[in-house]
């Protein structure tokens, strides 16, 4: 079993940053990947980035890319989100995911790919 806890997230206004983490513990793979996925009430799950954990390769949802950044920290089993010049659109429930990665085919972009999920951090812009 793998568990993932998210912390960070908050109120802040247009402009201004937040640093998301997320810590795993359990069960260990090999080979997978870790994302960021955001859910606005209402409206379907979207992926923000993901991070293959073997090579640090890194993708981005369009919306975010160039304002947030991904990393992780082997050691501590951690995956971040920095998240800057935030606006109003960013406001969302954000989720931390981590998937078994067997091919390199996968493409970590999509949710379907995740097996274990965080309960979710609140993150809201304000205007």
């Known amino acids: 079993q793998v568990q993932l806890v998210e912390s960070g997230g908050g109120l802040v206004q247009a402009g201004g940053s937040l640093r998301l983490s997320c810590a795993s513990s359990g069960r260990t793979f090999l080979n997978y990947h870790m994302g960021w996925f955001r859910q606005t009430s209402g409206q379907e799950r979207e992926f923000v980035a993901a991070i293959i954990w073997a090579t640090s390769a890194t993708y981005y949802g369009d919306s975010v890319q160039g304002r947030f950044t991904i990393s992780r920290d082997s050691a501590k089993k951690t995956v971040y989100l920095q998240m800057d010049n935030l606006n109003p659109e960013d406001t969302a429930v954000y989720f931390c995911?981590?998937?078994?990665?067997?091919?390199?085919?996968?493409?970590?972009?999509?949710?379907?790919?995740?097996?274990?999920w965080g309960q979710g951090t609140q993150v809201t812009v304000s205007s």
């Open positions: 995911a981590l998937g078994p990665r067997r091919s390199i085919v996968v493409d970590p972009r999509a949710a379907g790919e995740y097996q274990f």
